[in-house]
């Protein structure tokens, strides 16, 4: 499954529905529990009806899935995919904040800023 941001562009993208990989082959987080991880233990946000929407309850990115939520753009083709690389160890997550109600607007956040929060 691919990610989309705001512009249509493929941003990352999950072989096994658990690992999010940027197209240069970098982990970037991971799913549990319908919550999207860093590595290092925060919550960056949720997995919601194939939307990952930010800790506030804004739209970030849009995977092909996606139902409901903001009017998505037409999605530009995909870069190729680089060799992954292996994966940091999963620190223990720290509590998750409360799920926000969704808003129905897009994020500020831009692709670093949302998986460099924390």
């Not at 804004?58 to 530009?76: D, I």
Request: with cysteine.
């Amino acid at each position: 499954m691919t990610f989309y941001d705001k512009n249509g562009y493929a941003v990352c993208y999950t072989m096994d529905n658990i690992h999010l990989y940027s197209f240069d082959g970098y982990p970037l987080a991971y799913f549990h529990a319908d919550k999207v991880w860093s590595y290092n233990g925060c919550c960056l946000g949720w997995l919601h009806n194939n939307w990952i929407i930010d800790v506030n309850g804004y739209y970030v990115f849009f995977s092909e899935y996606a139902m409901g939520g903001m009017l998505k753009p037409l999605r530009h083709l995909k870069p190729l995919k680089s060799l992954r690389r292996l994966r940091p160890l999963k620190s223990l997550r720290h509590f998750a904040p409360l799920k926000p109600w969704v808003k129905s607007q897009w994020s500020s956040l831009s692709f670093e800023e949302f998986f460099g929060i924390c």
